[in-house]
């Protein structure tokens, strides 16, 4: 389902005759408990949560400089609030609970506002006891177009999950486990693509917008039928479009392609013993005038420039894990020694300050770090800037700088997006301006 909000808008005014900014009427987005049909049709169905009756919920989609406009209703039995990932957003409007917002109790809702400033593949998420409701589904996809976006024939969201369930579709309830929380997190034992479209002609130029909302899960993906070209990477324009070549993605991070259709497109996990396919979207007819114009850059995103010499650089040591020693933390993971939200901030940087972090993966297990509210360029080993990002994988072992200049003021989550390492310890904040 396809909530064009600049649709409804214009054609409620003109049934009412009046302007469209005294309309504002907000979307609503209602979590409640849903049957969802996660393995294929025919087999069980899943007790999962959603948003207006399904997950994914639906995906919203606007241009770059519109204002979303989103009632959430917790219909669930569990507190929770929405955050809008990878958006700089107003920090009041960001959707953690204790930092941002008052906890939004079962029966109760929050009214989110606030203009998109990118164009890009973004998404919403649950931001409470989220290593258990993402895992339920409370999920959707979140697209800003471009002004002036590339023409192509098909633009699809692809959605990237994995589920813990049994063969008769049951969810498996063991939420919040130790052994989950200490080593990889919730792995499902079953994983698909959602592509919003079924059906392409060969020859189509097509948009995939891939988004891997798993709680824990690494997706390395090959897609055949399709030749073309990387050119985003969570949200943010690539200033020179990408090869395909072998796909990753861990969770959180989003990727789109431009790509033109030989055949039906496939999405495969590749594994040790055989590829593990996720899902196709069929190839029926063809397209009579392909495209044939070079796939070239989208748009440059306005953010600030980074300093030539950062202002501060800071080193952040993730610690702990089964496997990973002594560390100074009280619960299972840390950063920098320290085991979750303090009162204080981790860190206060001032507006505008341009800070190199020293990312120090000294566990056994990869993690996907998140900053909230700000897009950072990762560094490459040789010192040259790379492609911006909201989160940044590092495997076990791995260091990384990354350099962000802070340009949004509040008071930002930074966390592992491996939603059941930042539920014991791996998360942090840091205060801006
Ligand atoms: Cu996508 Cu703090 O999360
Ligand atoms: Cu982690």
């Avoid at 809008?84 to 609970?97: F, L, S, Y």
């Avoid at 619960?331 to 920098?336: F, P, T």
Wanted: hydrophobic share 40%; proline share 7%.
């Amino acid at each position: 389902m396809q909530l064009n909000r600049r649709k409804f808008l214009a054609t409620s005014a003109a049934v009412l005759g009046c302007p469209k900014a005294s309309l504002a009427a907000p979307l609503v987005l209602r979590a409640a408990p849903v049957t969802a049909q996660i393995l294929p049709e025919g087999d069980g169905t899943t007790q999962m949560l959603g948003f207006n009756g399904a997950t994914p919920g639906p995906e919203l989609r606007y241009r770059q400089g519109d204002t979303l406009d989103v009632r959430f209703e917790n219909a669930i039995d569990q507190g929770s609030a929405l955050h809008w990932h990878g958006i700089r957003i107003d920090n009041a409007m960001d959707g953690v609970p204790g930092l941002t917002q008052p906890m939004v109790g079962p029966g109760t809702g929050f009214d989110y506002h606030f203009t998109l400033p990118d164009a890009g593949t973004y998404w919403y998420h649950s931001h409470n006891r989220s290593w258990e409701q993402v895992a339920r589904g409370l999920y959707g996809p979140l697209i800003i177009e471009e002004q002036h976006p590339p023409k192509v024939d098909h633009d699809i969201t692809v959605i990237i999950d994995d589920w813990r369930i049994e063969r008769t579709g049951e969810m498996i309830e063991d939420f919040g486990n130790r052994h989950d929380f200490s080593h990889a997190g919730r792995l499902g034992t079953y994983a698909k693509v959602i592509p919003s479209v079924s059906t392409v002609r060969r020859g189509d130029r097509v948009r995939l917008r891939l988004i891997n909302v798993a709680t824990a899960r690494v997706f390395p993906l090959e897609i055949s039928g399709i030749e073309g070209k990387v050119v985003a990477l969570d949200g943010m324009p690539l200033a020179a479009v990408q090869a395909m070549g072998p796909l990753m993605l861990a969770p959180a991070q989003r990727m789109d392609i431009i790509a033109d259709v030989s055949d039906t497109v496939a999405f495969v996990f590749p594994t040790p013993q055989e590829p593990y396919e996720m899902g196709q979207i069929a190839v029926i007819g063809y397209n009579p005038e392909p495209s044939t114009s070079d796939i070239t850059p989208l748009p440059k995103a306005r953010v600030n420039q980074p300093a030539a010499t950062p202002d501060r650089s800071i080193t952040l040591a993730l610690q702990g894990g089964a496997m990973g020693g002594q560390h100074g933390g009280d619960d299972i993971w840390s950063l920098n020694g320290v085991s979750g939200m303090t009162d204080a901030p981790w860190q206060r940087f001032a507006l505008g300050e341009t800070v190199r972090l020293t990312l120090d993966n000294q566990t056994a297990f990869p993690h996907g770090i998140h900053l909230h509210g700000h897009h950072f360029h990762e560094v490459h080993t040789d010192g040259s800037l790379g492609p911006l990002r909201d989160t940044t994988f590092l495997q076990r072992r791995e260091v990384r700088d990354i350099l962000c200049v802070f340009g949004n003021p509040g008071k930002w989550l930074l966390h592992c997006h491996m939603l059941d390492h930042q539920a014991s310890g791996m998360k942090t904040w840091i205060e801006v301006g």
